[in-house]
Nanobody, 119 residues
Framework: QVQLVESGGGLVQAGDSLRLSCAAS?????MGWFRQAPGKEREFVAA????????NYADSVKGRFTISRDNARNTVYLQMNSLKPEDTAVYYC???????????????WGQGTQVTVSS
């Protein structure tokens, strides 16, 4: 089992930047970020391998968001630049316990942090 605690959400204006953090306990897993906007299903945002050498992004955030990790601190980050109102959502950190880290492989979830982007 792993515990995930997100932080860094808030209210920003369109075009601003924000960095989310996710502190994980236990073993090192592939990690990801997902988001859920009101009235919508949860969607994949970005993921990073255990080593940090491989990453994957949703098309909607490519070129604007960057996922990274510090394994010494067991922490994953999501740097979000050029934020848009449509990025408004609750952002969840997740961990994939197996060798595969496709979006459907994530099994452990944090409590979420709200990101609101005003126009």
């Amino acid at each position: 089992q792993v515990q995930l605690v997100e932080s860094g959400g808030g209210l920003v204006q369109a075009g601003d930047s924000l960095r989310l953090s996710c502190a994980a306990s236990g073993r090192t897993y592939a990690m990801g970020w997902f988001r859920q906007a009101p009235g919508k299903e949860r969607e994949f945002v970005a993921a990073i391998s255990r080593s940090g050498l491989s990453t994957n992004y949703a098309d909607s955030v490519k070129g604007r968001f960057t996922i990274s990790r510090d394994n010494a601190r067991n922490t994953v980050y999501l740097q979000m630049n050029s934020l848009k109102p449509e990025d408004t959502a609750v952002y969840y950190c997740a961990a994939a316990p197996g060798s595969s880290w496709s979006p459907q492989d994530f099994r452990f979830w944090g409590q979420g942090t709200q990101v609101t982007v005003s126009s």
